[in-house]
């Protein structure tokens, strides 16, 4: 099949106008100027999506589908509140199943907007349903909370048996994959999440790392996002402090940075994604550098939070792997990618700066459009470990791919296809969203989920929701 359309930007390399992209199968064969592509693969079915330009897929290197049931009912509250209401909900109001709902209702909006690869931090493994169900891609990490430096051993033990469960379901055995080709289950990767620095103690972190060193799994760490967490780690105060005294659990700060305190740890590796990194200071770059760490940037739910912006000149700078995040909807509140690359090209780093507003600063490199949509997508593969893979258009990549309308009177009129996509696009204007070459939206339909369905099914939770919700 071919595809053909105004612009294809293949993003690691130049936009090409009247471009199409040869599909074969799961894998893209070829791309170039349509005339040569017609010409090239002659007899082939051509579909045209005139006026669009065809990018790969947007991937969300952080996102969490479990709270998607929680977009705007957790408005207004302190950090350390916001997350102890989040934990009581999830596991006290919400049943496993209501969760599985929450991330169908995830995966949907993922794919309507563009979003074809997500990293995903799951405690109740329902992610892994939604993404089979679905047909995205993904890197599922499963989480593991806890703070008593005592329960480590069995905290642990948990892991293991969670990882072997999901690990089972998506039929992965020692020899590797035993599922066929095009089997969905194979575009699921697994990893773990050690929660933060004031959900998890020290033991259990090295625990973890060790384990999951000798599996080679990706790790996935929130750290170095709250000042309430500075607090606690550098001054053994706050509320986040308070709080695990009420609970009788040890703490003695380790009075360095949340950063510093990973790395004396000895849990940063090539194998780790850090989510979040507002709180940097001089310090903390070499490490993350030196440890070949990759940072996940989620702009949007930050300044939503109130913990306010990552010095992203400065880790851009580093050569720091990075891509964008949208975190959960308790806390953004949408999964959409194009708002964020937004939120990276007006991070305050890049203000008042003698070389110029976007300038990276002594390399000449300037942090625009296609720097926003690097991050929003080959940036981010890498900071997944699948770039070799997917996150950009090319011969022997999965065809991860998205058309987005550019006719629209807010896009017009169209000088540059990237600076339309970057500043002015929206992600309902996403019009094709493809997956190893399997169709996941088009004709403004969802073809893998029941979206009215799903819809009723969220109308009912959000009865049950109701009474308990905020004051
Ligand atoms: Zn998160």
């Known amino acids: 099949m071919i595809l053909s359309s105004s612009w294809v930007i293949p993003v690691s390399s130049p936009p090409i106008s009247e471009g199409a992209v040869v599909l074969d199968g799961e894998r893209i064969q070829d791309l170039g100027p349509t005339a040569e592509m017609l010409r090239s693969y002659p007899g082939q079915q051509v579909r045209d999506f005139r006026g669009a330009a065809l990018l790969p897929g947007l991937v969300n290197v952080h996102s969490h589908l479990e709270l998607t049931l929680l977009r705007g009912y957790l408005e207004d509250l302190a950090f350390w509140d916001w997350i102890q209401r989040l934990t009581r909900t999830k596991y006290e109001l919400l049943t496993?199943?209501?969760?599985?709902?929450?991330?169908?209702?995830?995966?949907?909006?993922?794919?309507?907007?563009?979003?074809?690869?997500?990293?995903d931090a799951m405690d109740l493994g329902t992610s892994l349903d939604a993404l089979t169900a679905?047909?995205?891609?993904?890197?599922?990490?499963?989480?593991?909370?806890?703070?008593?430096?005592?329960?480590?051993?069995?905290?642990?033990?948990?892991?293991?048996?969670?990882?072997?469960?999901?690990?089972?379901?998506?039929?992965?055995?020692?020899?590797?994959?035993?599922?066929?080709a095009g089997d969905r289950s194979t575009r699921i990767n697994l990893g773990v999440s050690p929660h933060a620095p004031y959900s998890v103690s020290g033991t259990l972190f090295r625990k973890v790392q060790q384990w999951a060193a000798s599996r080679d799994l990706p790790v996935c760490i929130h750290v170095a996002e709250s000042e309430d967490e500075s607090l606690l780690i550098e001054e053994g105060r706050g509320p986040m402090a308070e709080t695990l005294?009420?609970?009788?659990?040890?703490?003695?700060?380790?009075?360095?940075?949340?950063?510093?305190?990973?790395?004396?740890?000895?849990?940063?590796?090539?194998r780790t994604l850090l989510v979040h990194c507002v709180r940097l200071g001089a310090a903390?770059?070499?490490?993350?550098?030196?440890?070949?760490?990759?940072?996940?940037?989620?702009?949007?739910?930050?300044?939503?939070?109130?913990?306010?912006?990552?010095?992203?000149k400065q880790v851009f700078r580093a050569g720091i792997p990075l891509g964008l995040g949208s975190d959960s909807v308790a806390s953004n509140n949408?999964?959409?990618?194009?708002?964020?690359?937004?939120?990276?090209?007006?991070?305050p780093s890049w203000f008042g700066r003698r070389d110029g507003p976007l300038d990276a600063g002594g390399t000449g490199e300037?942090?625009?459009?296609?720097?926003?949509?690097?991050?929003?997508?080959?940036?981010?593969?890498?900071?997944?470990?699948?770039?070799g893979s997917t996150g950009s258009l090319e011969t022997?990549?999965?065809?991860?791919?998205?058309?987005?309308?550019?006719?629209?009177i807010h896009t017009m009129p169209?000088?540059?296809?990237?600076?339309?996509?970057?500043?002015?696009?929206?992600?309902?204007?996403?019009i094709l969203t493809m997956v190893g070459g399997e169709v996941l939206f088009e004709n403004g339909t969802v073809t893998t989920l029941d979206e009215p369905d799903l819809k009723k099914r969220v109308g009912r939770i959000l009865q049950k929701m109701k009474p308990a919700g905020p004051a």
């Open 245 to 270: 005294r009420s609970r009788g659990i040890q703490w003695s700060a380790p009075e360095c940075s949340p950063v510093q305190y990973l790395h004396r740890l000895g849990v940063l590796s090539r």
């Open 284 to 312: 903390d770059f070499p490490i993350l550098k030196q440890s070949g760490v990759a940072v996940a940037h989620c702009p949007k739910s930050n300044w939503k939070l109130g913990h306010g912006w990552m010095d992203l």
């Open 96 to 119: 496993r199943e209501d969760l599985g709902i929450s991330a169908l209702a995830g995966v949907c909006e993922a794919i309507r907007s563009g979003v074809t690869t997500l990293g």
């Open 334 to 347: 949408s999964m959409d990618l194009f708002e964020e690359m937004r939120f990276s090209l007006f991070n």
């Open 396 to 408: 022997g990549k999965q065809a991860d791919l998205i058309a987005v309308d550019l006719t629209g």
């Open 414 to 430: 169209v000088y540059s296809p990237v600076t339309a996509i970057v500043h002015s696009a929206r992600s309902s204007d996403v």
């Open 134 to 180: 679905s047909g995205l891609r993904g890197v599922l990490f499963q989480e593991i909370f806890s703070p008593r430096p005592e329960e480590s051993d069995d905290r642990l033990s948990d892991l293991e048996g969670k990882l072997a469960n999901l690990e089972e379901r998506i039929g992965f055995t020692t020899a590797g994959r035993n599922g066929p």
């Open 366 to 387: 300037v942090f625009a459009a296609e720097k926003a949509l690097h991050l929003a997508t080959l940036g981010g593969a890498r900071a997944l470990g699948l770039s």
